[in-house]
């Protein structure tokens, strides 16, 4: 798993830009290479960060930021995954 320079702000979240938050699922998540994220990825993601209830997370989080509907998060989508892991996930991504 890659690891990025973890900046933490003053209220205890994550701090990384944009391109770092892709950059971090992709090199640590995207196990088959292909620069999206399956449900499968994202699970593995969740159980890894925040633990208990992965997989209905995993499940919360690709419902609401899988625009197209079909089961992956991609580039497009990645900015939807930004805001909810700002909302949910303790983490606060930049521009």
């Known amino acids: ?3 990025i320079q973890r900046n933490i702000s003053s209220d205890g979240k994550r701090v990384m830009t944009l391109q770092q ?3 971090w699922l992709k090199t640590s998540f995207d196990t ?3 620069g999206r994220i399956s449900k499968g990825e994202l699970r593995e993601a ?3 960060t925040s633990g208990l209830f992965a997989s209905w997370k ?3 989080v ?3 930021v899988d625009s197209n509907h079909d ?3 991609d580039d497009k989508e990645f900015i939807n995954l930004a805001r909810f892991a700002e909302k949910h996930l303790n983490i606060r991504v930049t521009k």
Do not use: P
């Open 1 to 3: 798993m890659a690891f």
């Open 21 to 23: 938050f892709k950059q």
């Open 32 to 34: 088959n290479g292909d």
């Open 46 to 48: 969740m159980r890894i």
């Open 58 to 60: 995993s499940n919360k």
């Open 62 to 64: 690709l419902k609401s």
């Open 71 to 73: 089961g992956f998060i």
